[in-house]
T-cell receptor
């Protein structure tokens, strides 16, 4: 089984709809992240969480919100989806043990299309 | 702030050709450096990393050396295979405000033809 899972894998929705993307991990990591990937722009950080009570905005948090329901679960919500939120969304985790410079482990991604 | 610049793609090579993908960075601290690879339809996965100057990361025939004097971390492979076709991301991890911050480059698509 995959260590970091995302649901759904694909979603098509309409402008104005509320959407939730979910992420679960079995790696036991405290840190979790949400990124979006757009062609030519690489990955940009939306939100990150270093534990259940520590949630922080990333560089492009406007229009998004998150919830850290448990150590293993981190959800991303689009309260009112708009077409320029069409992108590939990735969840990632990393381990606090061993310092601040550990690699991240990524889920398979959710392809979101907003019409 | 921190930034990562990598060569634009796509890069198209014949099988068994030599590969170089350039990556340079700017950072306020003393970062760790990474190369991630993204195969079609998948998430990113770590390819290799280096945590201090002159360290060489290596994996699956790929290598990259942390060059502090030139702020570079170029990815190389001596003989590419069709299965290496993917998008490659250079990234750095640094401390910012007491938190780990990861900055990614824009990615370089590699296509290897038989």
């Amino acid at each position: 089984d995959a260590d970091v899972t995302q649901t759904p894998r694909n979603r098509i929705t309409k402008t104005g709809k509320r959407i939730m993307l979910e992420c679960s991990q079995t790696k036991g990591h405290d840190r979790m992240y949400w990124y979006r990937q757009d062609p030519g722009l690489g990955l940009r950080l939306i939100y990150y969480s270093f534990d259940v009570k520590d949630i922080n905005k990333g560089e492009i948090s406007d229009g998004y919100s998150v919830s850290r329901q448990a150590q293993a679960k981190f959800s991303l919500s689009l309260e009112s989806a708009i077409p320029n939120q069409t992108a590939l969304y990735f969840c990632a985790t990393s381990d606090v043990r061993g310092g601040f410079y550990n690699e991240q482990f990524f889920g398979p991604g959710t392809r979101l299309t907003v019409l | 702030g921190d930034s990562v610049t990598q060569m634009e793609g796509p890069v198209t090579l014949s099988e068994e050709a030599f590969l170089t993908i350039n990556c340079t960075y700017t950072a306020t601290g003393y970062p760790s450096l990474f190369w991630y690879v993204q195969y079609p339809g998948e998430g990113l996965q770590l390819l290799l990393k280096a945590t201090k100057a002159d360290d060489k990361g290596s994996n699956k025939g790929f290598e990259a050396t942390y060059r502090k004097e030139t702020t570079s971390f170029h990815l190389e492979k001596g003989s590419v295979q069709v299965s290496d076709s993917a998008v490659y991301f250079c990234a750095l991890s640094d401390l910012e405000g007491g938190y780990q911050k990861v900055t990614f480059g824009t990615g370089t698509k590699l296509q290897v033809i038989p």
